[in-house]
């Protein structure tokens, strides 16, 4: 059974910084694209990031480019979201998904929450 | 880019059949041919219910299909239950619709 279970979601000020956390498993986590996918209060869903099995390509919304960055260790089957210079828009659920190419987001994890306020 | 278009609500009565519609542009939705389609509960995470436009996971009932034209993808649920009353969102080139809930009245 694939789980997926976000952590490191917490309440920050505005400009301020967090890590998530993914821990994946139930499949072979290595061989896999994987991203974050967000939704904020009442809102819909927006992709955030996502990168390639060895994590080498990268791909990011333009709304957090510079600011976080994503990345993956396949020895301990994590992935990772950090987020820096965090602003009032990036309150939201944090998904890590599992993506089976093609931007198809086939599992995704309970969600961890970021509130950015002062 | 700007999300893809979905009416904010639909509705209808168990065992009828109700269409979800997703607009987007050529750039997306009229040549992608992995347009995916997720339903969320409230308070739970999304779960994917179609793929590559008309494709159906492991264990999503067959009352559930997609389909599309131009550019505008759609969601079919047929012989609606009660259980199918939740939101549903469309997906193309990492791009989200604004969700549709679903209400069976």
């Known amino acids: 059974e694939v789980q997926l279970v976000e952590s490191g979601g917490d309440l920050v000020q505005p400009g301020g910084s967090l890590r998530l956390s993914c821990s994946a498993s139930g499949f072979t986590f290595s061989s896999i694209w994987m991203a974050w996918v967000r939704q904020a209060p009442g809102e819909g869903l927006q992709w955030v990031a996502n990168?390639?099995?060895?994590?080498?390509?990268?791909y990011y919304v333009d709304s957090v480019k510079g600011r976080f960055t994503i990345s993956r260790d396949n020895a301990k089957k994590s992935l990772y979201l950090q987020m820096n210079s965090l602003r009032d828009e990036d309150t939201a659920i944090y998904y890590c998904?599992?993506?089976?190419?093609?931007?198809?987001?086939?599992?995704w994890g309970q969600g961890t929450r970021v509130t950015v306020s002062s | 880019q700007s999300a893809l278009t979905q009416p904010p609500s639909a509705s209808g009565s168990p065992g009828q059949s109700v269409t979800i519609s997703c607009t987007g542009t050529?750039?997306?939705?009229?040549?992608?041919?992995?347009v995916s389609w997720y339903q969320q509960y409230p308070g739970k995470a999304p779960k994917l219910i179609i793929y590559e436009v008309n494709e159906r996971p492991s264990g999503v009932p067959d009352r559930f299909s997609g389909s599309k034209s131009g550019n505008t993808a759609s969601l079919t649920v047929s012989g609606l239950q009660a259980e199918d009353e939740a939101d549903y969102y469309c997906s193309s080139r990492r791009l989200f619709g604004g969700g549709t809930y679903l209400t069976v009245l």
């Open positions: 050529s750039s997306d939705v009229g040549n992608d041919n992995h």
């Open positions: 998904v599992t993506d089976r190419g093609y931007d198809t987001f086939e599992n």
């Open positions: 990168l390639n099995q060895d994590g080498k390509k990268k």
